[in-house]
């Protein structure tokens, strides 16, 4: 690689116009093998805003395979992970073309992550074959072991850490060159929604609501931290400035909202079908929205059912499904819009932050005022407005967010918010490689 061909996400220009930016690409080096493991990581990656190279996806017309290695590897990604199986030691096009353009990468640009992964294979025994081939060893990058014998629990910590890292690799070049940048993320979890051209991070959560709702355990296991992996890197790289664009059910709205909390700091704009939207918007100086009192469903008074109607009035399918929760709410609260539910309530960002502070405080009221600890939450409403209402949703305990599913015809848990839900965000090493 000669030193005129820089890598492109190095390139200053990425700071230009919004609509050239792509997010930012790995090089996943293995053969066959390992399937469970290498799905696993691809899915971490993608719900965290990466992407990956396919040579099938990202081949130009005529262009040859090996040729097309070679371009992804010098220009294109910002990662490089290997697989390191007993397969992977025996396959030609591995150390003839991937490792070798890998390491050179490295050469000329000390920011490029290598992360070798042991499967079935030791340290030492990569050595050997780095040598045996006349390269540089590619052990001596921190790399992460996934032990044959280990619990799924260890090997998802150990994909999750190679997942932290190489979110951190595509996005710090971005913001050496400027740290003002703004980054543009985008949450999209419709098959029909578009991805990958004009953002940094394309938080791909189609696959998990394919079916409607993601499980219990796909909240909790995978989307929910990797969206505390995203702040993560955000809170380290940058000054808490993001534009955000959601395509998705009001779960994953809210759940960015309440990850990229006001409490954190983070002001966040948005461009909508309602407009242009900001965090930092003035409110109003009156209330936009009509606190109801209603009769509640059980005698539990820890616990309260929230429904906010912005969009339309959910109360007629609300009621058969409050009574059926087991923890029996004592207290029953609707919002609504002064002028009434509607497609059209949401006036302007200043009507669209004070609607969903008003929320949050009525939350925080109902917790300080009159010990509820547990909120189950109904909300219909603009997508962009769910993640300026998670924003706003911070010292109230645990928040039960409940989805409507299309295919059932009823609602479900969703999502889990505060303290019970968070998941922490684990600590990255610090290491060369």
């Known amino acids: 690689m000669s030193d005129a061909l820089l890598p492109r996400d190095s390139d200053a220009a990425l700071d230009a116009a919004p609509e050239t930016r792509l997010p930012p690409r790995f090089f996943l080096s293995h053969w066959r093998g390992n399937a469970s493991d290498i799905a696993a990581l691809q899915r971490a990656l993608q719900f965290r805003g990466l992407h990956a190279w396919r040579d099938v996806d990202h081949l130009e017309l005529g262009e040859l395979f090996e040729a097309a290695i070679r371009r992804a590897i010098r220009e294109e990604v910002s990662a490089f992970i290997a697989f390191v199986t007993p397969t992977f030691l025996t396959r030609p096009v591995i150390w003839n073309v991937e490792v070798p353009e890998a390491l050179q990468r490295r050469q000329h640009d000390p920011e490029f992550l290598i992360i070798p992964l042991f499967c079935g294979v030791t340290p030492q025994e990569l050595t050997a074959a780095c040598a045996q081939h006349g390269l540089g060893d590619l052990s001596a990058f921190n790399g992460r072991t996934l032990a044959p014998g280990a619990t799924k629990k260890v090997r998802s910590a150990e994909l999750r850490w190679v997942a932290q890292r190489t979110l951190r690799a595509g996005l710090r070049p971005r913001f050496a060159a400027n740290s003002d940048y703004a980054p543009r993320l985008l949450l999209r979890a419709q098959a029909q929604s578009g991805g990958e051209h004009g953002v940094d991070l394309d938080l791909d959560w189609t696959a998990p609501f394919a079916a409607g709702c993601p499980s219990t355990t796909e909240w909790r296991d995978e989307l929910v931290p990797a969206l505390h992996d995203v702040r993560g890197a955000l809170d380290e790289l940058s000054r808490r400035n993001a534009h955000v664009q959601v395509q ?8 960015l909202g309440e990850v990229l909390s006001a ?19 003035p409110r109003r100086p009156t209330p936009v929205l009509v606190r109801h009192d209603l009769a509640a469903p059980g005698t539990d008074r820890s616990v309260a059912l929230v429904e906010v109607a912005i969009a339309r009035d959910l109360s007629g399918t609300i009621a058969g499904h409050a009574a059926s929760l087991s923890d029996r709410p004592g207290h029953s609260v609707r919002l609504t819009p002064a002028t009434g539910a509607s497609q059209q309530a949401v006036a302007d960002a200043s009507w669209a932050i004070s609607a969903a502070w008003e929320v949050g405080e009525c939350l925080r009221t109902l917790h300080d005022q009159h010990g509820v600890r547990h909120f189950h939450l109904y909300v219909a409403a603009p997508a962009e407005w769910c993640v300026l209402l998670g924003h706003t949703l911070n010292a109230v305990g645990k928040i039960t967010v409940h989805q409507w599913h299309p295919t ?26």
Do not use: E, I, M, Q
């Open 248 to 255: 998705a059910r009001l779960s994953a709205p809210l759940a």
């Open 408 to 433: 059932t015809g009823s609602y479900v848990r969703a999502c889990t918010l505060g303290a019970v839900g968070a998941t922490p965000r684990t600590a990255t090493t610090r290491s060369p490689g």
């Open 263 to 281: 409490t954190s700091k983070y002001t966040l704009t948005f461009d909508g079908a309602n407009g242009a939207w900001s965090t930092a918007a």
